[in-house]
């Protein structure tokens, strides 16, 4: 047998002027063989085998006769049975259970418990020839100013506080100018969700015509053959702002193509190289900074910003109006503890409202306590379980009557730390004095003159911090020097007077005009 190699040397050296006798001498055939192919060659070029399926003989490679195997494994009943497994998994595709469809290895089991001898192989080989496919074709979006806007949810691992957790990164991205919005929650909630819209629409300033989205649970309540039914939430939202909905295709990410794309793009930018915080709030500071750098770069097609195109929309869009509120009303009772639950989280409520029914709006960050219509108490939303979440003010008259409780108590430990630290450092064992301290500071909101009091106590090294002390410091007016002033009498007078007050609350004596603290 004669490899293609050898044919195409035979030509070659033909084509060169070589003689038969040389060419046969060079491949290591014999004269015969030469002709032969030689012969073909000249025939081939004789013929016009532009439309021929093949090519000539001559450039072909050999060809070897197949020996008869076995007759084959897969008979008409396993290709009957592996086409109804095909089918069955076309109907759960299209009733939304594609996660139930049968994979190739549970066909090869099916067909052996039916007692067929056939390998895993030929199961393969026949089922991805009747599932083939042809490529895809992708048709270009056109995309309107102001028209529509998608949106999709993304997951961010960050650091906060020292601790690894998931958080949801929920991004809106503009489909003409790219221009991109996006959120950290911690959940993924119907309460998020509209939360986010509110704050993209009032970013934006407009309200696109259409909103796009996947088949999210808490946009599609269910499906109903073909059809979806949008949730009321999402309903009630739609009708206020007066946007349509746009569900795409299940399995069908490039329907919304932009903000997929979005998702991996601004995780990358945001929080590649910088993932500890302080708090979420730091986080989506730090993302906001980020989509602002992102939005003034250059439009690809446009040649100007994203931002830029974003106003350009902004121009022909319907304004945005007054924010929806998104927060769920609940009744709910205040227990023993003058807490109320909410989502399996208890929340405080200031003393005084034990067995009372008050409302609480519940909303994505917040969680306002009404008490007869009035705004009572406004805690952070926690997302956990099981969690108390107490304002210390809230317990100050209690702890008047039950000092001993103070120290060890819920409310003490989710105190900010610097007031954590004045506790400790002056007023274990004087939980009177401090409950007076707090009190103060609670009706005149002047917790930051309250340090800067400590601090000049400690600048003029006063053996003791008391309530007393600190009290006097915050109730002095400043030093006012009158600056047409010029009779220094009366600076020194004024000064003098100042002096008396302080040795007055500290006990110092005065002699000879020198004050000695004590």
């Known amino acids: 047998m004669i490899s293609l190699n050898a044919k195409q040397t035979i030509i070659k050296l033909y084509l060169e002027g070589v003689s038969k006798r040389k060419i046969a001498k060079e491949v290591g055939k014999s004269r015969n063989t030469v002709d032969k192919y030689i012969k073909l060659f000249e025939e081939s070029k004789r013929k016009d085998t532009r439309n021929l399926p093949i090519t000539e003989e001559i450039m072909k490679p050999p060809t070897y006769k197949k020996r008869k195997g076995k007759k084959s494994v897969l008979t008409e009943e396993i290709k009957t049975l592996l086409r109804g497994y095909i089918k069955d998994n076309k109907w759960k595709r299209e009733h939304y259970m594609g996660k139930q469809q049968m994979k190739m290895i549970d066909m090869h089991e099916k067909l052996l418990e039916k007692g067929h001898s056939i390998s895993y192989t030929t199961v393969r080989n026949f089922v991805n020839k009747e599932t083939k496919k042809s490529k895809e074709v992708y048709v270009r979006r056109y995309c309107e100013p102001g028209y529509e806007v998608e949106f999709d949810w993304g997951e961010v691992k960050l650091e906060v506080q020292g601790k690894i957790k998931s ?133 690809h097609e446009h040649k100007i910003s994203h931002h830029e195109l974003m106003n350009k929309e902004k121009e022909i869009s319907s304004p945005a109006i007054a924010p929806f509120d998104v927060a769920d009303l609940i009744e709910c009772r205040v227990d023993k503890y003058s807490t109320v639950t909410i989502n399996q989280n208890r929340y405080s409520v200031p003393e005084g409202h034990v067995g009372m029914y008050i409302k609480a709006k519940v909303g994505a960050e917040k969680i306002k306590l009404f008490i007869d219509g009035k705004l009572a108490a406004e805690h952070p939303r926690n997302w956990g379980l099981h969690q108390w979440i107490m304002d210390i003010n809230h317990f100050l008259k209690t702890f008047s009557k039950k000092k001993g409780a103070l120290g060890q108590s819920e409310c003490l430990r989710q105190t900010p730390t610097k007031i954590k630290t004045l506790y400790n450092d002056y007023y274990i064992g004087k939980e009177k004095e401090f409950i007076e301290l707090l009190l103060y500071v609670r009706e005149n909101n002047n917790l930051e003159k309250v340090f800067s009091a400590i601090e000049e106590l400690k600048k003029i090294q006063i053996g003791q911090v008391t309530t007393e002390r600190i009290l006097f410091l915050c109730e002095q007016s400043p030093l006012k020097i009158n600056i047409k002033a010029t009779n220094r009498d009366e600076t020194m007078d004024q000064s003098e007077s100042n002096m008396k007050a302080y040795a007055n609350l500290f006990n110092q004596t005065e002699e000879e005009g020198v004050v000695h603290c004590g």
Not at 206 to 234: C, H, L, Q, W
């Open 167 to 299: 958080y949801s990164l929920a991004v809106f991205t503009l489909a003409y100018s790219n221009y991109r919005f996006a959120v950290l929650y911690q959940s993924e909630s119907q309460v998020c969700v509209l939360d986010v819209h509110t704050k993209f629409i009032e970013q934006v300033g407009f309200i696109p015509t259409v909103f796009t989205y996947d088949n999210m649970r808490t946009v599609v309540k269910s499906f109903i053959g073909k059809e979806k039914a949008i949730t009321d939430s999402m309903k009630n939202l739609s009708d206020y702002y007066q946007f349509k909905i746009r569900l795409c295709q299940a399995r069908k990410g490039n329907e919304k193509g932009h903000v997929e794309r979005s998702v991996e793009y601004i995780r990358r930018k945001a929080f590649s190289s910088h993932i500890a915080f302080t708090s979420i709030k730091e986080a989506n500071d730090h993302l906001f900074n980020t989509l602002e750098k992102l939005n003034n770069r250059l439009h």
